[in-house]
């Protein structure tokens, strides 16, 4: 408690600390300290109301508070700005983090495609050994189905449809139905793609080709 270091009963140049140091002290101090400070101070002057000197304390915790509290006002105001330009930032870093997913997926789409294309031509082999990894150029598990007529058309067989919202081709049934031997090619086609694996190279070669 500072109040304990300044005797106010007597004048106060005869306390350990002088009026003005006092003052300065309060500037200091937090919020919760001065809070301290108000309370021991009101309680000393309902003993004795009228001191001029307790008066003056209390008026100089009271501008020391008020000064706190528009500290802590402006240090919240702060925060916020920063709070929403971190936000901003975030945003801003989200999209462009998003926009080199989406370059780096087409890199590699197109690194596959490219090897793909070589295989096709037959320039490579669908199995490339390299030192320690190898290449698998294989057949998608799942065909895609371009559809040559559109579901809401007539001639386009109700088993391979659905009416939910919309109506939809059922391209898993057709997919399904292609690989059984069903012939769909009048409304569909059906292709089956293929896809390149990267992966390390097994201790027993696989002899393709």
Known sequence: MILST??????????????????????????????????????????TPDDQLLNQIQSWIAEATESKVDGYCFAADSIKNDIELWKLKKEHLIKMCDQIIDRKESELDAMKQGLIQLEQIGLVDSYLVGKTRTIEIRDNSRPKVTLKLSPDNP???????????????????????????????????????????FKLRPKRIKNKR
């Open 6 to 47: 300044v005797d106010v009963s007597e004048p106060p140049e005869t306390g350990e600390l002088t009026l003005t140091e006092l003052e300065a002290q309060f500037r200091t101090f937090t919020l919760r300290e001065l809070c301290f400070e108000a309370a021991n101070l009101a309680e000393l002057i309902v003993a």
């Open 155 to 197: 001639l386009f067989p109700d088993q391979f449809k659905a009416t939910r919202t919309r109506t939809v081709a059922l391209t898993d049934e057709i997919a399904a139905a292609y690989a059984a031997g069903v012939d769909v090619s009048a409304i569909a086609d059906v292709t089956l793609g293929k896809q390149v694996r």
